[in-house]
């Protein structure tokens, strides 16, 4: 693409520096009137693209279409639901009852099967480095295909316009090796562990008795709201608000104080708790792990 | 032709076309206008103003985005902001502007024609759009602009994640917008078809004429669309129809296929224009005739024509069947070839010639270069895979700001310089035109060549903020930068127009030996446009010196002088024979009166007062009484 570019400027800026240079009129440079002229359009204009299109079109939209198109369904190895949320990523492992957001673990050069949903408005799904990207329709699963050939994180961000927050829907995919993911999805499955501590006990007692309970969903507990994100094991997670701020007690206390300070017309109130509640509850949530 | 070399009957009938072509003077005379240059400029001065508004938008944005995590502006600000940049530039700044501004002022003048085909629809159109242009504002400056990007995706915009009234200025907005243009575009084809003076048969019309029929054409034809979406959107938001709810059988993506089918055409509504111009300014410095003229013309209409079966291109990630892709894939492809012919032959016709590199052909230079840049990244996205890597992303940005600005704005820029003599009477000043031109031409590219790079950094459009530590701050800080050498750039040509517009020594009626209609009469043209009919044997008529001769004989005989009465004459469609002389209305109150009671009834469909909307309906309709009333008489 870039030399044909580059040889498409070429002939112009060549065509108009000869008619620049020129001082004799009705003919061509390298001799040739007006039908001459006529019959460089005909061949620059329409012959040449012809070609360059036609090769380009059987490339892209026949061969490399087919490396990038949603996999076939018995190709992959297993499957991920992913569902977009103003402003969040819901991520589900079918078969399992592992639920997190925001963070996608796959296994390393296994062919991943992404299946895309939305709870709301269009998102659409875009993680650069591993595949194009996919919209997410109301009531019109799109699928595609996850694979990484190195172990690593791959940032990726919703691409659709889908309201104030947009900017900040960001997500990680980490590719580990296939038996710390398996590890990992083993822990996932699991209901929240216990609070160790008397200040994450009285953590939990705050979010249970709070609205915080009809909007996110902790397994093992009474919490089943479907709103927000399930908290079960956020504490694993390396970020929070969908990559706003990293996740550490300090910036869960500073985003539970005030989630519409840190990331503006997010669907999470601000709830007025006192002091000891907001660290009581920080301390609660990043013990789940 | 000069005054001063008439003969004294001539004198006498020149001065009976005064008299009869007159219109009242004063604020009045504008109000009331009916003749199509005074209405070009109307149009010219209020898409100036909402071209400085979508300007300060983009401004804005830039300056937030110029870091990591700015606070210039706030989600919703930003959200109000881009929307309104892009609704402003596409609908109220580069249509209206070269439909409404050169189109009007320009094709009577090329065809020699006295006027348009309907003048006083022609003044509606303009109301209408002044009108459609303060209610989509108001809701700006109320904080209640329409906020969920120009193409406004459903279900963002239903009511249930955008309640207030942000979307209503926006779907009423536009359906009151639509009618404005429609209305223009039947105005156009009707006078391009039958007002072209007797000898400009089709093959003789100039292809600025063509570039603006393809335009009329495609909207009309693509227009209802995005108007039927907008009353769906409405009827949903207003009335609980279920048109875009999956729930109850609609569809989310009805809306995309419905605005695409509007939108792709919309892309040539607004670069097609640009064409035109580029094909009037490049034989007249290059001093030759276009090279393969047919070839252009038909050229233009395929663009036109094609442009209607691309539109899914915009959706090639939404999950559409890979038949379906394929196919518009190709089509979209195909678009490509009347674009390619049309840049050989200006650049042919410009090494064929002796180009003279004045301001308007440097801005022709910059155009094609950007078109270029601009149209090779457009055959990417004919690239399925590649389209779906950065389709949404800011390469997507950059590709169609080097087309929108690139190629649609820079002839309009060109353009102005290039008429300016033409309708002031005066020119502009040749160095600081050229200066202007080297910043607008570096601040583009400085604005958006970075574009592709981020984007393929992987940066989303319409974020209002990123964050650090990704690699895209300087680009963006380069964007940034460029704006307001842009800026700058843009400031200087309108200074210097100006300034030229009061001190510029005096242009005569031919400062750059154009080829077409509009440079064989005054600067500015008197109100009858031409004393006489000009006689047409060639496309480029003011070249024709014996013609011309003839048309002063002609003035003396009084042949196609028609001073007796508001005329002018009618051909036919194909050959271009003199049909009939046709009665022309004159200065009229009816379609400001038409066009303010429409503005009210919308305001009141916007507010919810359905009975009152339906009296100001009622009331529009009875002015359309009175106006019919007032049909001059048959001649």
Known sequence: MLTGAAIGFGVIALLLFLGWARRNRDRLPFGGGERAATGLVLGLGIAVPIVVLATLFVWADVFVLRSTAAPSPRSTQMAIDVVGHQWFWEVRYPGTKAVTANEIHIPVRTRVNLVGTTADV???????ELNRKIDLVPGHPNRILLEADRPGAYRGQCAEFCGLQHAHMAMWVYADPPARFRAWLADMAKPARAPATPQARRGRQVFLSNPCASCHTIRGTNAQGKVGPDLTHLGTRTTLAALVLPNNRAALEEWLRDPQHVKPGNRMPRVPLSDADYRALAAYLEGLR | MAIEVLGPRARERVGRLDRIWE?????????????????????????????????????????????ANAHVLGPSRYDQVMTMHGVTMIFLFVIPMTI???????????????DMAFPRLNALSYWLFLGSGCLIYTGLF??????????????????????????????????????????????????????????MSLNRMPLFVFAMLAVSLSLVFALPTLTIDCVFLELQRRLGFHFFDVGHGGSALLWQHLFWFFGHPEVYIIVLPAFGIATSIIPTFAKHRMVAFPLVALAELLVAFIGFGVWAHHMFTTGLPTVTLVFFAAASMMVVIPSTIQIYAWTVTVMMGRPEFKAPLLFIGGFIAFFVIGGLSGIMFAAIPFDQATTDTYFVVAHFHFIIFGA??????????????????????????????????????????????????????????????LGWGAYNLSETIGAFVLTAGLLLIFGNLLWSRFRGPYAGPDPFFGGTLEWT????????????????????????????????????SGELVLEEGHETPASTVRDGYLDEVLEMPSESWWPITLGLLVTVLFVMLLLGHFVVAGIFGALAVLALGGWHAQEPAEA
């Open chain 2, 408 to 469: 649609a704005v820079f002839p309009i820029l060109g353009g102005m310089y290039y008429w300016f003599p033409k309708v002031t009477g005066r020119l502009y000043h040749e160095l600081v035109a050229k200066l202007s031109f080297w910043l607008t031409f570096a601040g583009t590219a400085l604005t958006f060549f970075p574009m592709h790079i981020v984007g393929l950094l992987g940066m989303p459009r319409r974020v209002y903020t990123y964050q650090g530590g």
């Open chain 2, 142 to 199: 109320l904080n209640m602009g329409p906020d969920a990007g120009w193409f406004d995706y459903v279900p963002l915009a239903l009511k249930r994640f955008d309640p207030g009234l942000n979307i209503d200025f926006y779907a009423l907005g536009l359906i009151f917008n639509g009618i404005s243009s429609i209305a223009a575009a039947t105005n156009f084809i009707v006078t391009i078809f039958k007002l072209r003076a007797p000898g």
């Open chain 2, 521 to 556: 009469t005054t600067s500015p043209p008197p109100h009858y446009n031409f004393a006489v009919i000009p006689r047409v044997t060639s496309p480029y008529p003011n070249w024709d010196r014996a013609d011309r001769d003839e048309d002063a004989r002609r003035l003396e």
């Open chain 2, 100 to 114: 409404g501004a050169f189109g009007n002022y320009l094709v009577p003048l090329m065809l020699g024609s006295r």
């Open chain 2, 23 to 67: 219109e009242r003077p004063g604020l009045i005379g504008w109000l009331t206008t009916v003749d199509h240059k005074r209405i070009g400029i109307l149009y010219f001065f209020t898409t100036l103003a909402f071209f400085a508004a979508g300007g300060v938008e983009a401004l804005l944005m830039r300056t937030q985005l110029a870091s």
């Open chain 1, 122 to 128: 269009i998102h659409s799904f875009w993680v650069p």
